[in-house]
Nanobody
Framework: QMSLADSGGDSVQAGGSLRLKCVVTSGTRYSENCLGWFRQAPGKEREGVATIYSPAGTANYGDSVRGRFTISEDNAKNTIYLQMNGLNAEDTAVYYC????????????????????WGQGTEVTVSS
């Protein structure tokens, strides 16, 4: 069983930046997990933000954040990061980190239905 603790959400002005962090506690090998970030705005469906497979380092991004957000991970610290730049009001949402030990590298894509373990969420509010 895995547990994920995400943090770093805050209120920020449009055009600003935030860095989200997710610490993963696992009884399995963290280094071979598919890791990702998702978000859900009030009244809207859950949206894929970014995913990365730990040993390969290949990242995939949702269309709405590509070019502005960067996902990364630190194996030594069992931690996932999401650097968010150029934030706008449409980025306001609760952001969740997620992991799935079962996924293979080619399947590590930002589709929420593929993931098994989830963080509690951290709220990001962007004001213009």
């Amino acid at each position: 069983q895995m547990s994920l603790a995400d943090s770093g959400g805050d209120s920020v002005q449009a055009g600003g930046s935030l860095r989200l962090k997710c610490v993963v506690t696992s009884g399995t090998r963290y280094s071979e997990n598919c890791l990702g970030w998702f978000r859900q705005a009030p009244g809207k469906e859950r949206e894929g933000v970014a995913t990365i497979y730990s040993p390969a380092g290949t990242a995939n991004y949702g269309d709405s954040v590509r070019g502005r957000f960067t996902i990364s991970e630190d194996n030594a610290k069992n931690t996932i990061y999401l650097q968010m730049n150029g934030l706008n009001a449409e980025d306001t949402a609760v952001y969740y980190c997620a992991a799935s030990p079962a996924l293979r590298p080619g399947s590590c894509l930002p589709f929420s239905g593929l993931f098994t373990y989830w963080g509690q969420g951290t709220e990001v509010t962007v004001s213009s």
